[in-house]
């Protein structure tokens, strides 16, 4: 299937500090690879790399074709960056249909309003960039993408500025209006809901590389290590590090807990991953015991912080009011173990 296809795309600073680490992927048209990690990971970079602004190595193909050699106006794509430059002597309207028209599009004016009108931002046509706010201009320039009909769309952040609120309320529709771009697009975003609200497909960067690619729900039921085990989900999994002997795994300094193992992980050292919401309060079948440290209501939730005797915390996030008082030790039944070896690699279980 045409696409966008990377291999081994590697971007030197002049201290010859590798910014991206031989990452290769790829996506097919209409789909929306969401581009996740943390600061200084390397998804900006990334984006630039492809759109032409930062000299590379590597392959670097769309629709078949080699955009190596050529300059970042003739390879055909549309980049939103997280600090969007509107022209100050235009108004949105003309900011946003500049791009069709530069490539002769009779239609830009009208595929400029129906971007707008996709966004909400219809009522800041006539305006002055300088008039708007940050959350404003974003979505002008995120307008502009849409309008300019690309063979490769590339977004950095493009709701960042926005409230929650109004984040939440466009992901529906920017994913579907994403995907009748009928090209790649790559979107970078800090927020993992907001990824797999739109991506049909994620990758986890980190410190340059690729650490994960996969569907969200893959990413999340088989996270392929504890960085990704950690870094996808809110609350973050709960880690415990620990011994495995004898097919039995024992956390730090908490001997008395004894965890079965299934036959693939092997004595040694290990981690356990609990997710918070996978896991019950309860003596019954109980996996672990920890001392209720306290019990705080969010958003229609209940945090139980909870410690081990070796010191390591536990978060269980429980649905009904949980009937546990602080202070107190409670069995912890976990409906969903991932284990974890040595390296910080899952073990397939």
Not at 62 to 73: E, K, Q, W
Request: glycine letters at 12%; proline letters at 7%; hydrophobic letters at 40%.
């Amino acid at each position: 299937m045409d696409g966008l296809r990377v291999n081994s795309l590697c971007v030197t600073w002049p201290d010859g500090r590798g910014a991206l680490r031989a990452v290769s992927l790829a996506a097919g048209p209409g789909e929306v690879l969401a581009v996740l990690g943390p600061t200084g990971s390397g998804k900006t970079t990334l984006l630039r790399a492809l759109a032409g602004l930062e000299k590379s190595e590597g392959e670097v193909r769309l629709t078949g074709r080699s955009l190596a050699a050529l300059p970042p106006h003739a390879r055909g794509v549309a980049l939103a960056s997280q600090e969007p430059a509107l022209y100050p002597h235009l108004t949105v309207e003309q900011n946003i249909a500049l791009s069709g028209e530069l490539r002769g599009r009779a239609d830009a004016r009208r595929l400029a309003r129906t971007s707008a009108e996709a966004l909400g931002i219809t009522d800041l046509l006539t305006r002055a960039p300088s008039t708007l706010s940050g959350g404003q201009r974003q979505l002008a320039s995120l307008a502009r993408v849409l309008a300019s009909s690309p063979g490769l769309a590339l977004l950095d952040e493009p709701l960042a500025s926005l409230d929650a609120p109004a984040r939440v309320r466009l992901r529906p529709g920017l994913r579907t209006l994403l995907r009748g771009l009928g090209c790649p697009v790559l979107y970078v975003t800090h927020d993992h809901e907001e990824a797999m609200a739109i991506g049909d497909r994620l990758l986890i960067l980190r410190s340059g590389g690729v650490e994960q690619t996969g569907t969200g729900d893959d990413l999340f039921a088989r996270p392929a290590s504890t960085f990704v085990a950690s870094f996808l989900g809110s609350p973050p999994m709960n880690m415990l590090a620990g011994s495995v002997s004898g097919g039995v795994f024992t956390p730090d300094g908490s001997d008395s807990q004894r965890v079965p193992v299934p036959t693939q992980v092997r004595d040694g050292r290990g981690t356990l991953g609990i997710r918070p919401r996978e896991c019950v309060l309860g003596d019954q079948d109980a996996t672990i015991r920890a001392r209720v440290n306290s019990v705080t209501f969010v958003s229609g939730e209940w945090d139980v912080w909870m410690s081990l005797p070796g010191g390591a915390e536990v978060l269980c996030r429980c649905g009904l009011p949980p009937r546990v008082d602080v202070g107190a030790t409670v069995g912890v039944r976990a409906t969903r173990l991932h284990w974890f070896g040595p390296d910080g690699a899952a073990l397939a279980t």
